[in-house]
């Protein structure tokens, strides 16, 4: 029987190992020809292949002469993001949408240009006639991501000028699609969970007067209630996934595919793709995941020696996924502290109280401060090893019943920003293709005639 082929055949596993055969390259080349693998040196620096002004990652500093770590620190176009975070918290305000007006425009916004801005998203905020009915729901994937970056591919053809890559016309589509990505994540996950998993199904349309993080809550949930402590926590997890430099996966696919001079749509749905990837938007589904497994193994969670064996095994490819790895540790920028996960724990204790979750928040506490030294004793690593945002991002996520599968789509809703930020940079300052060299290390071959062979 031909057709879409579903399954991986013996014939299928042949030709893989064809492919193996004839596309492994001898790793020691990596180090003759000094190949940065991963745009990364050997100590791990990303290489510099760009510059922005939209937001910087720190993680070190020139003592005498010598770079060090140092406590990580991150700025949107320069404003410190403990100092913006700490302005939404004191003022008792959501700070999605100003956040936003920050990374794309530049500038904090004065009240009557933030309030134009709010108005201007809340009013975009709704889909094409049918697209929820038409698009959203057939077909629905039970991977929400897969789904988003359809619908986003979709919407190319309701926009009666999708190509044109003028300055204001890719700033209105980034905007609309900043505006309805809450939608298109909530809704998808809504059609997912009852055509795939037979539950009830619910749209419930957003309201203008409502902020983002409330909006998403009053759309997941069935009977649409949320409360203040939920929503603020929610919107300070969104501006802190926001933007995270140029170089990230995601972001930098974003600077990649806009430097070919293609639509939008195409370049925001490659950014979903790489987000799509567990190297990058996945982790706090990981550790979820892992801290599942590790309360079913571990009989006693308050006994430290009970939970330090447990993440020795984890380490030593002994439990969870058998990876090797402590999920939530470490960052490929950021050592001794990150710091959107010092913002994240400050709301964690308020949250676990609420909701009566505290031994599990003693368990997350205990395991952020011995997965370093079970690190640095395991692995004879010094240099620093500690939470990311990851790490708690994930506990939030649980508290506020936000299910796994929208976990990388909230990344989305909120990094959409960030990658509409450097798409218009991008296009602003650059006009050359992003295309970087590669060697080719296979000998020459003589031609060999079919029936040769």
Not at 60 to 88: H, M, N, W
Not at 334 to 349: I, Q
């Amino acid at each position: 029987m031909s057709g879409f082929n579903m399954k991986v055949t013996p014939e299928i596993e042949r030709l893989t190992e064809v492919c193996k055969e004839h596309s492994s390259l001898d790793l020691s080349l990596y180090g003759k020809y000094d190949v940065k693998r991963g745009l990364r040196d050997i100590n791990g620096k990303g290489v510099l292949a760009g510059l922005t002004q939209v937001s910087n990652v720190q993680a070190t500093k020139i003592v005498d002469g010598q770079e060090v770590p140092c406590a990580g620190s991150l700025s949107y176009r320069g404003y410190d993001i403990k100092e913006l975070t700490g302005g939404f918290i004191r003022d008792k305000r959501f700070g999605f949408e100003e956040t936003a007006y920050l990374l794309l425009f530049g500038k904090l916004p004065d009240k009557e240009e933030l309030k134009e801005f709010t108005d201007l998203l809340a009013n975009q905020r709704s889909l094409p006639k049918n697209f929820t009915r038409d698009v959203i729901m057939k077909a629905p994937s039970s991977d929400i991501m897969n789904a988003l970056s359809r619908s986003v591919l979709t919407l190319y053809s309701y926009d009666k000028n999708p190509d044109d890559i003028s300055l204001p016309n890719v700033l209105r589509q980034c905007l609309n699609l900043i505006s309805v990505f809450p939608l298109l994540s909530v809704y998808g996950y809504q059609a997912y969970n009852h055509f795939v998993r037979g539950k009830s199904f619910y749209i419930h349309n957003p309201k203008k007067e409502l902020s983002t993080a409330e909006n998403i809550l009053r759309m997941l949930r069935p009977d649409k209630k949320y409360t203040a402590l939920e929503a603020q926590i929610l919107d300070i997890a969104l501006i802190l996934h926001m933007e995270h430099g140029g170089g990230n996966n995601s972001t930098f696919t974003t600077h990649v595919v806009s430097s070919s001079g293609t639509d939008t749509y195409s370049a925001i749905a490659a950014a979903l793709g790489s987000l799509k990837g567990p190297k990058h938007g996945g982790a706090n589904i990981k550790v979820v995941s892992m801290v599942q497994d590790m309360k079913k193994e571990v009989k006693d969670w308050e006994d430290e020696d009970e939970v330090r064996d447990y993440l020795k095994k984890l380490l030593h490819k002994e439990a969870f996924d058998r990876r090797g790895l402590i999920y939530g540790m470490g960052h490929a920028v950021y050592s001794v502290s990150d710091p959107r996960a010092e913002v994240f724990k400050g709301f964690v204790e308020t949250l676990a109280k609420e909701k009566g979750r505290m031994k599990d928040y003693r368990l997350y506490s205990m395991v952020e401060r011995l997965a370093p030294e079970v690190i640095a004793e395991e692995r004879r690593i010094y240099k620093g090893v500690s939470a990311n945002v990851d790490f708690y991002s994930g506990f939030v996520y649980s508290m506020l019943d936000l299910p796994l599968e929208l976990f990388t789509p909230m990344f989305a809703v909120a990094r959409i920003v960030g990658w509409s930020a450097h798409r218009m940079e991008e296009l602003i300052n650059t006009d050359k293709i992003i295309r970087p060299a590669y060697k080719n290390v296979l000998a020459p071959a003589a031609y060999v005639p079919l029936e040769d062979r």
